[in-house]
């Protein structure tokens, strides 16, 4: 030790003891400190990989694609346009379902702004 052995007492152990648990605990922090660094870049690093992967195959399919003279104009005829259905009348109308039109459009009671007919009132 570096101490004089007329030094060496309870308090001046202690104090070196103190010292080399600091410097221990220090050394621990400082290693899992650097292994949660390199986990982090490496899973930085593996999603990087596969983000480059996913890219490249995207860019293959589409070069494929533009290969393909008449794959756009397939996928254009190929859709269809959605056919509007109406819904049939049950028939049944009395003096409480009226059905409220202004100009040729339904009102919507619940909908947001200034309303030329009727509103439900909730109370």
Excluded: C, W
């Excluded at 080399?20 to 986990?39: G, H, I, P, Y």
């Excluded at 480059?52 to 995207?58: G, I, R």
């Amino acid at each position: 030790m570096d101490l004089d052995e007329d030094k060496i007492n309870h308090n001046s152990m202690l104090k070196r003891l103190m010292e080399e648990l600091v410097k221990d605990e220090a050394r621990v922090t400082e290693e899992r400190t650097s292994a949660a660094v390199d986990a982090a870049q490496q899973e930085r690093d593996a999603a990087k990989a596969l983000r480059d992967k996913k890219k490249q195959e995207a860019i293959e399919r589409s070069k494929a694609r533009q290969s393909q003279k008449d794959y756009f104009k397939a996928k254009k005829d190929a859709n269809v346009e959605p056919v509007k259905e109406e819904v049939p009348d049950s028939g049944a109308s009395g003096e409480d379902e009226e059905e409220e039109e202004i100009d040729g459009k339904e009102i919507d009671p619940f909908r947001i702004g200034p309303s030329k007919g009727s509103k439900i009132h909730v109370s």
